[in-house]
C-alpha cells in the first residue's frame, strides 16, 4: 500500500527484459504479477497508478457526435486541410468545447487501444487538445501520467470496453525532437551519440505489454523520458564495442515501507563477451516516479 492508501505495483522477483531477444519480447520471472498486472482490463487494476508512452486520439462515442462534427466543420473554413488539421482545429475552438467534452479520448500504445482518458475538470481538456497532432507522424507520442479507474462503459466510447484513466498530466514530443535535445557529452561524436540514444529509447518503447501498469515498467517509462544519463551512459558503452543486453528490474533491497526498484542495464562487449553492469534506483509508490540515486555501477552480491 502507498502512503495515499491506494495500492500500487509490486515486483517481487527480478524482472529481465531481454536485448538479445527480438526487441519487444519480455521474460517475466516476477511470480507475484497477477492478472490485474500484465491485464489493464481488470477490474483489480482500479486505482493503480499509470506512466505510460502511447499516442492521444480522439474517436467518435456515437453517430450524434460525429454528425454534430460534420456540422460544425462546414461551419467552418476547412479548404486545403487534412482530416487530422480539421479535427485539432474545431477542437481548438472556443465555441466547440462542447464538442470537445462529448469525444471519447483514448490512449493507444503500439497501434492498441490501451486506456480512455477521463479528465478530472474541464481544464484538463487543454491537456488533451493540446496532444492533437494537426499533422500526426509515426514518431509523434504523448506520456500519461494518472490513476485506472473502471472500466468504460459500452456506451461511452462507441463499444470499447477499456480501463479508464483519470490524467494528472500528459505531455507530448516527437522522438527526434526529444532525441536532438538530449545534450551531446564533450568528446563525442553527434552523430554516434544519437544514434545511441534512438536505440535506447526504441527499445523501451518496442517492449511487449509495457503498458505502464507495473511497477517495473513505471520505472523504465520515467527514466527513458526524465533522466538522460541512461542515454549518456548507452554511448559510453557503444564507443566501448558494447552493445545492450537487457534491462532487468529488481525490488531494492534498501526498500522497507515503499516501492523502490532497482533498474539494471546490461551491457555485453561484442568481442569479449564482459558483461558490464551499471543501475539506478527509483521509486514508484506513489503517482510520480522519482530518482532515488544517480546511476552507477552495479556489482553482483
Known amino acids: 500500500m502507498s502512503e495515499s ?6 515486483v517481487s522477483e527480478a524482472t529481465t527484459l531481454q536485448a538479445s531477444r527480438p526487441q ?19 477490474q483489480d487494476a482500479a486505482g493503480r497508478y499509470v506512466y505510460a508512452l ?13 454528425k454534430e462534427f460534420a456540422q460544425a466543420a462546414g461551419r467552418a473554413e476547412t479548404v486545403g486541410l487534412t482530416e487530422p488539421e480539421v479535427l485539432a482545429k474545431l477542437l481548438s475552438a472556443k465555441e466547440n468545447r462542447y464538442l470537445a467534452r462529448r469525444v471519447c ?3 493507444t500504445i503500439e497501434g492498441i487501444e490501451t486506456y480512455v482518458l477521463h479528465p478530472r475538470d474541464s481544464d484538463d481538456l487543454d491537456m488533451l487538445i493540446g496532444a492533437l497532432r494537426p499533422m500526426p507522424r509515426v514518431s509523434d507520442l504523448n506520456v500519461l501520467i494518472g490513476r485506472v479507474g473502471q472500466l468504460a462503459p459500452p456506451l461511452m466510447c462507441n463499444g470499447l470496453s477499456l480501463p479508464t484513466v483519470q490524467f494528472d498530466q500528459i505531455f507530448s514530443f516527437d522522438v527526434d525532437s526529444f532525441v536532438n535535445a538530449i545534450p551531446v557529452p564533450e568528446g563525442n561524436k553527434e552523430k554516434e551519440f544519437r544514434v545511441s540514444v534512438l536505440s535506447l529509447f526504441n527499445y523501451v518503447l518496442q517492449m511487449t505489454d509495457n503498458q505502464g501498469l507495473k511497477a517495473q515498467d513505471r520505472a523504465v517509462n520515467y527514466l527513458a523520458t526524465r533522466y538522460p544519463n541512461i542515454y549518456y551512459a548507452a554511448a559510453e558503452q557503444h564507443a566501448h564495442d558494447a552493445s545492450l543486453d537487457r534491462i532487468e528490474v529488481r525490488p ?12 539494471i542495464f546490461s551491457y555485453r562487449n561484442r568481442k569479449t563477451d564482459v558483461v558490464n553492469k551499471v543501475f539506478t534506483r527509483v521509486d514508484v509508490s506513489e503517482e510520480f516516479p522519482f530518482l532515488v540515486s544517480k546511476l552507477a555501477p552495479f556489482y553482483e552480491n
Open 5 to 10: 492508501g491506494m495500492s500500487v505495483p509490486s
Open 24 to 42: 519487444g519480447r519480455v521474460n517475466s520471472t516476477c511470480s507475484a504479477c497477477g492478472a490485474s498486472e500484465n491485464n489493464p482490463s481488470s
Open 54 to 66: 502511447g499516442r492521444v486520439e480522439a474517436r467518435y462515442p456515437n453517430l450524434s457526435v460525429e
Open 105 to 107: 479520448w483514448i490512449l
Open 252 to 263: 531494492s533491497r534498501l526498500a522497507q515501507h515503499r516501492t523502490i526498484v532497482d533498474v
